[in-house]
């Protein structure tokens, strides 16, 4: 009884932070196949969140409140996803052209 609320509470939370976590979103749509591309761009979105991440320790390092452990794990949780789509991204567009190029079969060649 206990593993059944647990694992529907847990569906229920993925849904939530997929619906509505602004980063989950976004991931979401670079998942399809025109948003493929921007991948590696997003990159540097992630970059982003890694330095946010290194600035609240070095705040709290300098004494600030320990609550910004929070927004570090926040941060560096949003950063690695970023970081790691980037690659993971030019193997599913890369796997999509393959499939397109099967399904189609070669361009034809242009005509002169």
Same mark, same amino acid.
């Given at each position: %009884? &206990? &593993?059944n609320r647990l694992w529907n509470a847990s569906i229920h939370t993925r849904i939530f932070l @997929? @619906? !509505? %976590?602004p980063t989950n979103i976004l991931l979401d749509r670079l998942r399809t196949r025109t948003g493929l591309k921007w991948g590696m761009p997003a990159m540097l979105l992630g970059v982003v969140y890694i330095l946010i991440a290194a600035t609240c320790t070095g705040l709290i $390092?300098?004494? !600030? +409140? $320990? !609550? &910004?452990?929070?927004?570090?794990f926040w941060a560096l949780w949003n950063g690695l996803k970023f970081l790691l789509f980037?690659? !993971? +991204?030019v193997v599913l567009l890369v796997r999509e052209r393959l499939r397109e190029r099967r399904v189609h079969g070669p361009a034809s060649p242009a005509r002169t």
């Open positions: %009884m &206990l &593993l @997929r @619906r !509505w %976590m $390092e300098q004494g !600030w +409140s $320990e !609550w &910004l452990y929070i927004a570090f980037g690659p !993971w +991204s």
